[in-house]
C-alpha cells in the first residue's frame, strides 16, 4: 500500500496527537532517548499542574466573591470549560493505549478503502477527508481567536489579569503581574490546544465509523453476485483533490467493496457468502461504537453539563453587562465556543445514528427473495434485522443520546436556568 495515501488519511489525527505531544499532553515520539522519555514526562506533570492551579486561582476568586452574583457567573463559565478540559485529559491519559488501539481499528479499514477499485468509494472517502479538514480548520480558527480574545482583548484595569482570579500573591505589581499573566496566558492556550485536539480526535472516529457504515450499507444491497461484482484493490492514485459540489451519482458504489485484502479472492463467492461478511463487519462496527461509549461517554457528559453551564452562565452575564460594549465580544467568544463545541457532537452523534438506521433497509434489499434455497437465508436476514433494532449511538454516560434532540433539549434546559438566574437576580 502507497505509505503516501496513508499519511494522507491519517494526516489530521497525526497533527492532533502531534499537537498534544508538544504540549507534554501525550507520549513521547517513540524514536526517543531514553533520557528525553524523563525529561518528557517531567513536562507532563508541569503542563497539568499548570491548568489545575489556574483552575484553582479562578475557584479561590469565586469562594472570595461568592456573593457577587455577576463574578460568581463570570467564573462559572471558565471553571465549566476548564474542568471538562482538564476531565478529558485524564481520561485521554488513563486510556491511552486502548485509545491508540481504537485508532487502529478504526483507521485500517479505511486506509483498504482508499485503494478500492470502485471509483465511488475513493471519492467518498475523499469527501470525508475534505469535510474532516474543513471542521478541523474551523475549529483551529475558533480555538486561535478565543486565545487571542481571552488573553489580549478582555478589558483589564488598574493591572488585573484578563481572566479573574486570585493568587497567593500580589498580581498588580511587577514582577508579580508578568508571572501571573504568563500562567493564565499559557494555560489558557494549552487548555484550548488540548479541547480542540481530543474533540477533533473523537469526531474523527465518529465520522469515519460513518463512512465504514455508509459502505458497509451498500454492501448490503450489492449482496447478489449475480448483478454487483466483488471490488479489488488497486494501486492508489496521487490526485486526492476534490470539492463540495459533487454531483450524487459519483458516490454510488455498484460493487460489494471488501474492508479487508483477504475478501477479495473468495472461492465461494454467494449471496450468503456475502451477507455473512456484511454481518461480521456489522458486528465489528458495534463494537468499536461500544467502545467509543465505554472511553469517551463520562467524557461526552461532563461536555454536556459544561456546555449548558457556559451556555447559560454567558447569557445571563450578557443580561448584566449588557450596557458595557467592551465586553460584548468576551461574550460572543464564550457563547459561540460552548454553542459550536455542543453543535458538534450532537450533529455527529445524529449522524451516526440516521447511518445505522439505514442498515435495516439494506438488509431487506439485499435481494434474499431471488435465492432458491430461501430458508437458511431467512433466518440469516431475520437475525440480521433484530440487530439492526439497536441504533449505533454516542451516548453520554448512561443519561443522553447525542442527537440534534437532544441538542434542543440542552438549549432549553439552558434556557430555563438562564430565567431562573434573571429571576433571581431581578427580585434581589
Known amino acids: 500500500m502507497d505509505t503516501r495515501r496513508v499519511a494522507a488519511h491519517r494526516e489530521i489525527l497525526n497533527a492532533n496527537i502531534s499537537a498534544l505531544r508538544y504540549f507534554g499532553l501525550w507520549t513521547p515520539f517513540p524514536e526517543s532517548s531514553g533520557i528525553f522519555k524523563l525529561f518528557y514526562t517531567f513536562y507532563n506533570k508541569i503542563m497539568i499542574a499548570l491548568m489545575c492551579t489556574f483552575a484553582g486561582t479562578i475557584v479561590a476568586d469565586l469562594c ?23 476531565f478529558k485529559l485524564f481520561n485521554f491519559q488513563l486510556r491511552r493505549e486502548r485509545i491508540e488501539n481504537l485508532i487502529n481499528a478504526i483507521h485500517k479499514p479505511v486506509e483498504i478503502l482508499r ?58 505589581i511587577q514582577p508579580m503581574h508578568e508571572i501571573a499573566f504568563f500562567i493564565q496566558a499559557s494555560a489558557v492556550t494549552t487548555t484550548i490546544v488540548a479541547i480542540m485536539a481530543m474533540d477533533t480526535i473523537v469526531i474523527g472516529f465518529c465520522r469515519f465509523t460513518h463512512l465504514q457504515l455508509k459502505v458497509l450499507a451498500s454492501n448490503y444491497t450489492n449482496c447478489r ?86 451556555i447559560c452562565l454567558t447569557g445571563f452575564q450578557a443580561v448584566l453587562g449588557a450596557k458595557e460594549s467592551e465586553n460584548l465580544m468576551k461574550f460572543a467568544v464564550y457563547l459561540g465556543a460552548a454553542f459550536s463545541q455542543l453543535l458538534c457532537w450532537c450533529w455527529f452523534g445524529n449522524k451516526l445514528i440516521y447511518q445505522s438506521d439505514s442498515l435495516a433497509t439494506s438488509q431487506w434489499f439485499s435481494g434474499w427473495e431471488d435465492e432458491n434455497d430461501i430458508s437458511p437465508v431467512a433466518v440469516l436476514i431475520i437475525v440480521s ?27 432549553k434546559s439552558s434556557y430555563s436556568f438562564f430565567a431562573l438566574l434573571t429571576t433571581v437576580n431581578e427580585e434581589a
Do not use: W
Request: glycine share 4%.
Open 225 to 310: 453476485n449475480s448483478s454487483s461484482e466483488r471490488g479489488c484493490l488497486e494501486l492508489p492514485k496521487d490526485n486526492l483533490a476534490t470539492s463540495f459540489f459533487r454531483p450524487d451519482e459519483d458516490f454510488v458504489i455498484r460493487s460489494f467493496v471488501p474492508f479487508d485484502p483477504e475478501e477479495i479472492n473468495e472461492p465461494e463467492d454467494n449471496f450468503t457468502k456475502r451477507f455473512r461478511t456484511c454481518v461480521k463487519h456489522h458486528q465489528r462496527l458495534i463494537k468499536i461504537v461500544d467502545d467509543i461509549n465505554e472511553l469517551f461517554g463520562s467524557s461526552m457528559l461532563v461536555q454536556l453539563c459544561a456546555s449548558s453551564s457556559m
Open 64 to 86: 472570595v466573591n461568592y456573593r457577587d452574583l455577576m463574578i460568581v457567573t463570570d467564573d462559572g463559565c471558565f471553571i465549566a470549560g476548564v474542568s471538562v478540559v482538564i
Open 115 to 172: 485503494c478500492s477499485s470502485d471509483r465511488a468509494v475513493v471519492e467518498l472517502v475523499k469527501n470525508f477527508v475534505l469535510y474532516e479538514k474543513t471542521t478541523v480548520y474551523f475549529l483551529s480558527c475558533l480555538g486561535g481567536f478565543l486565545v487571542v480574545a481571552v488573553v489580549l482583548f478582555v478589558p483589564t484595569e488598574n493591572g488585573s489579569m484578563p481572566i479573574r482570579a486570585k493568587y497567593p500573591f500580589d498580581s498588580t
Open 385 to 411: 434485522l433484530i440487530r439492526t433494532r439497536r441504533s449505533m449511538s454516542l451516548t453520554a454516560g448512561s443519561f443522553y443520546t447525542m442527537s440534534m434532540e437532544t441538542f434542543i433539549a440542552i438549549l
